[in-house]
């Protein structure tokens, strides 16, 4: 018997809706190619990793600003606790729009966490790139959601 979810992702996959798909520099018809590109930071931002067990208790303790770099489809079917919606397509301007939370997050000495799908999906370090290009540091989450999920720990 095939699950509810499962129909539903089957569905969105059909659809195009996959996710590691969309070029994140690709600009949009009538879209300034000037405008999506980020600022030239020279390389400040630096991109690593961090397991489950230690992402845990920070984002338990509010001191993450999580970013799901998943299609906005696949975030509505579910996400982590308090992640924020932040695919890949058009990020650059995303993150342009939302530099006073990331910098409001910095202040409060937050660490900035991105994640996708899985461990084989390169949306985390793709979103985490184009954080560290406008000299933001960020933490890819080693499994992503899936991981998450196998452990059943809390979803939105």
């Known amino acids: 018997m095939i699950q509810p979810w499962t129909l539903r992702i089957l569905a969105a996959t059909s659809l195009g809706f996959t996710s590691c798909a969309i070029p994140a520099h690709e600009a949009l018809p009538g879209q300034d190619e000037v405008a999506t590109q980020p600022p030239l930071m020279n390389g400040r ?19 993450v600003l999580l970013y799901d770099a998943r299609p906005r489809f696949f975030y509505s079917l579910g996400h982590l606790p308090g992640a924020i919606s932040l695919p890949i397509s058009g990020c650059d301007t995303e993150i342009a729009k939302r530099e006073p939370e990331i910098k409001a997050a910095l202040a409060a000495k937050k660490t900035i966490v991105v994640y996708c799908t899985n461990h084989l999906c390169p949306d985390a370090r793709t979103l985490a790139n184009h954080l560290a290009d406008f000299g933001h540091s960020s933490s890819t ?16």
Do not use: H
């Open 141 to 156: 989450l080693t499994g992503g959601w899936e991981s998450w999920k196998e452990r059943e720990l809390p979803t939105e």
């Open 45 to 63: 931002g630096k991109v690593t990793s961090i397991s489950i067990p230690d992402f845990f208790p920070l984002q338990q303790s509010g001191q």
